[in-house]
């Protein structure tokens, strides 16, 4: 799970991507993994108030 750090609510699109690795039966530790790296790149967009959903690879690059 990837949950909001300011309101403990579930961030739906995250637990969503955690649950398709699920199904595709992918390693509880390959799940535990990119939850925590999800969460880092959420906190990142969320500190720099960028629309996480919207950035580019070279967006991304260029900052």
């Known amino acids: 799970m990837v949950v909001d750090a300011g309101t403990h ?8 991507y955690l649950a398709s690795l699920r199904s595709r039966g992918c ?3 390959t799940e535990r ?3 925590g790296r999800v969460a880092l790149y959420l ?17 991304l690059a260029c900052l």
Do not use: E, M, V
């Not at 906190?43 to 967006?59: M, N, V």
């Open 33 to 35: 993994a990119y939850a």
């Open 9 to 16: 609510a579930l961030h739906p699109q995250a637990t969503a």
């Open 27 to 29: 390693s509880a530790n």
């Open 43 to 59: 906190d990142y967009c969320q500190d720099r108030g960028l629309d996480w959903a919207a950035l580019t690879f070279l967006a």
